[in-house]
């Protein structure tokens, strides 16, 4: 089974540019997540997609961050413009949907490699 | 506020020498608690849960609501288990998000 399939790998941008990241999930999965780790941090949770719905993005920055998953499948976010604090690593993840009456979340995560974002 | 904390950034442990990763949170609920590792090069991955109650490559972890505590252990550190180890609660109004510990970085030393 092909795992989650995250591009560019590296980004280098100078501040005030944009950048986008594109996130490919694992068949079948319907929950999607971008999540954003700094280094020397955990992973925080930035955007989380039930197919192509919002469920949770109370930690995204909205003024330069956006993100979107047409049809339920790929997603992209993008960051406009970009800020020296924005220097991380950016983890897609998907998981299958719980079977009904067994929660929201299956709790069982599978991540992509993630894209290093370097902002100078 | 919902949080879970990993007190230690790094764990150096003797090969054959019992490990524990610590780990607290703090929900007024009953949260879903899981480990996730990231062995060098590799991607996080899920490590266990402990709904399951399971023991994977000889960790176990013991939910303790009382201490609000999700400790992992092993009797025996292998150097294999050298890696970055997270802490990840499943909170949410609705049970629906992960959130992660800071990491501890596990180093076991032949």
């Known amino acids: 089974e092909a795992g989650v399939a995250q591009s560019p790998r590296y980004k280098i941008i100078e501040k005030r540019q944009s950048v986008a990241f594109w996130c490919n999930p694992i068949?079948?999965?319907?929950?999607l997540y971008w999540y954003q780790q700094i280094l020397g941090q955990g992973p925080k949770l930035l955007i989380q997609?039930?197919?192509?719905?919002?469920?949770?993005d109370s930690q995204l920055p909205k003024d330069r961050f956006s993100a979107e998953r047409l049809k339920g499948v790929d997603s992209t976010l993008k960051i406009q413009p970009a800020k020296l604090e924005d220097s991380a690593v950016y983890l897609c993840?998907?998981?299958?949907?719980?079977?009904?009456?067994?929660?929201?979340?299956?709790?069982?995560?599978?991540f992509g490699e993630g894209s290093r974002l370097t902002v100078l | 506020a919902q949080r879970v904390t990993q007190p230690e950034k790094l764990l150096s442990v003797f090969k054959g020498a019992p490990v524990e990763l610590k780990c607290n949170y703090s929900?007024?609920?009953?949260?879903?608690l899981f480990w996730y590792v990231q062995y060098s090069r590799q991607r996080l991955q899920l490590l266990l849960r402990?709904?399951s109650r399971e023991s994977i490559k000889g960790f176990t972890a013991d939910l303790n609501k009382g201490e609000t505590s999700f400790h992992l252990k092993k009797p025996f550190a292998q150097e294999e288990d050298s890696a970055m180890y997270y802490c990840?609660?499943?909170?949410?109004?609705?049970?629906?998000?992960?959130?992660f510990g800071s990491g501890t970085r596990l180093s076991i030393r032949p």
């Open positions: 402990h709904i």
């Open positions: 929900y007024s609920g009953s949260p879903e």
């Open positions: 990840a609660p499943l909170l949410g109004s609705s049970a629906s998000k992960i959130i």
């Open positions: 997609f039930q197919n192509n719905g919002v469920v949770d």
């Open positions: 993840a998907s998981s299958l949907a719980p079977p009904p009456g067994q929660g929201a979340q299956t709790g069982e995560l599978f």
């Open positions: 068949s079948g999965h319907a929950t």
